[in-house]
């Protein structure tokens, strides 16, 4: 029996037999949805569905277009560098896939000077779950995104969520206090702290700390650990919303301490507001598609080139020009 798609395929070949492109991308859109339908089942699909959409290969909108409908949540998980966020995702895989749910996990990392891939792509905290048939790590570079994640971890986590897997994991770089991208990301977003950041909560609050659902103190067994988390609990009684006052977790992640506790805030968080933060989760989601697209064919060069030309002109004026540029 045919297949819709050898169908569709048939079809075109007979009426379009000089039209080469159009069969041609009926093919493409074929074998990339195939691609897709085979991603549940083979680890090995889905990695090649990510490389396609990573680097944009031909055929990545169609895997995206054809990607189906999913619920499946995506805790992000960003805070400071060296405040233990591999560890911390590692004990979160190691109790979730225990229970056996299946994970994937995304973790971005700083970029390489020399290969332009991910710095850190070896994972060594995560490297005992490698064989894990229920758990799909994978590393991307930035590329020098400057908002703690990689500019194309929207359509990757798409692409993870669809896979079959019960929750995705998402690791930011390092961040600072304007890189709050997860937050337009995630369905809850954990922001991991450490007693040594108390003199840096100040330079914090007015980004980062400002996105996160749940707050965690790692390596609370320091001696500054208590008054820390206390302070900390002060300083987010402001943030309560929709009912939800973000908790404070004290975790020490080398000893996998706290982690049960971590899980059960997260699922609190996931069925008490999931569905108010989705409608926003979602704008901002296709805001930053619909703003991609528009933008895709504007460049710094194309822009220079025609101000080359325009600013001959006496009466030359910038806003005029960029009204001109945007129609």
């Given at each position: 029996?045919?297949?819709?798609?050898?169908?569709?395929?048939?079809?075109a070949?007979?009426h379009?037999?000089?039209?080469?492109?159009?069969?041609?991308?009926?093919?493409?859109?074929?074998?990339?949805?195939?691609?897709?339908?085979?991603?549940?089942?083979?680890?090995?699909?889905l990695?090649?569905?990510?490389?396609?959409?990573e680097?944009?290969?031909?055929?990545?909108?169609?895997?995206?277009?054809?990607?189906?409908?999913?619920?499946?949540?995506?805790?992000?998980?960003?805070?400071?560098?060296?405040?233990?966020?591999?560890?911390?995702?590692?004990?979160?895989?190691?109790?979730?896939?225990?229970?056996?749910?299946?994970?994937?996990?995304?973790?971005?990392?700083?970029?390489?000077?020399?290969?332009?891939?991910?710095?850190?792509?070896d994972?060594?905290?995560?490297?005992?779950?490698?064989?894990?048939?229920?758990?799909?790590?994978?590393?991307?570079?930035?590329?020098?995104?400057?908002?703690?994640?990689?500019?194309?971890?929207?359509?990757?986590?798409?692409?993870?969520?669809?896979?079959g897997?019960?929750?995705?994991l998402?690791?930011?770089?390092?961040?600072?206090?304007?890189?709050?991208?997860?937050?337009?990301?995630?369905?809850?977003?954990?922001?991991?702290?450490?007693?040594?950041?108390?003199?840096?909560?100040?330079?914090?609050?007015?980004?980062?700390?400002e996105?996160?659902?749940?707050?965690?103190?790692?390596?609370?067994?320091?001696?500054?650990?208590e008054?820390?988390?206390?302070?900390?609990a002060?300083?987010?009684?402001?943030?309560?919303?929709?009912?939800?006052?973000?908790?404070?977790?004290?975790?020490?992640?080398?000893?996998?301490?706290?982690?049960?506790?971590?899980?059960?805030?997260?699922?609190?968080f996931?069925?008490?507001?999931?569905?108010?933060?989705?409608?926003?989760?979602?704008?901002?989601?296709?805001?930053?598609?619909?703003?991609?697209?528009?933008?895709k064919?504007?460049?710094?060069?194309?822009?220079?080139?025609m101000?080359?030309?325009?600013?001959?002109?006496?009466?030359?004026?910038?806003?005029?020009?960029?009204k001109?540029?945007?129609?």
């Amino acid at each position: 029996m045919i297949d819709d798609f050898s169908h569709i395929i048939l079809i075109a070949s007979i009426h379009f037999a000089n039209h080469q492109p159009i069969v041609s991308f009926v093919k493409r859109m074929a074998a990339e949805t195939e691609l897709v339908r085979k991603i549940k089942s083979d680890r090995q699909a889905l990695a090649r569905c990510i490389s396609i959409v990573e680097n944009e290969s031909e055929g990545w909108e169609e895997i995206l277009q054809s990607l189906p409908a999913s619920s499946v949540p995506v805790i992000g998980i960003t805070g400071p560098p060296g405040a233990g966020k591999s560890t911390l995702i590692n004990n979160l895989i190691q109790h979730y896939s225990s229970s056996g749910k299946k994970v994937a996990v995304l973790a971005v990392d700083p970029t390489s000077p020399f290969t332009r891939g991910s710095l850190l792509g070896d994972r060594l905290h995560m490297a005992m779950h490698f064989n894990n048939e229920n758990v799909f790590i994978r590393s991307v570079a930035t590329r020098g995104s400057l908002g703690g994640l990689t500019d194309k971890a929207l359509e990757i986590t798409d692409a993870m969520k669809s896979a079959g897997f019960d929750l995705v994991l998402v690791e930011t770089v390092g961040v600072g206090q304007s890189e709050t991208e997860i937050a337009s990301l995630a369905d809850a977003t954990v922001l991991v702290l450490v007693p040594e950041s108390g003199d840096e909560i100040q330079t914090l609050k007015s980004g980062v700390m400002e996105i996160a659902d749940i707050y965690v103190v790692n390596k609370s067994d320091h001696e500054d650990a208590e008054k820390f988390s206390s302070s900390l609990a002060w300083m987010v009684q402001h943030k309560k919303n929709a009912g939800w006052l973000p908790p404070v977790v004290s975790c020490i992640a080398t000893q996998d301490k706290g982690t049960v506790e971590l899980a059960e805030k997260i699922n609190l968080f996931l069925s008490s507001s999931q569905n108010t933060k989705k409608v926003a989760l979602l704008t901002e989601k296709a805001f930053r598609i619909i703003a991609k697209e528009r933008m895709k064919d504007v460049t710094r060069t194309a822009i220079s080139e025609m101000l080359r030309e325009k600013m001959k002109e006496k009466d030359f004026n910038l806003y005029r020009f960029v009204k001109e540029v945007s129609k």
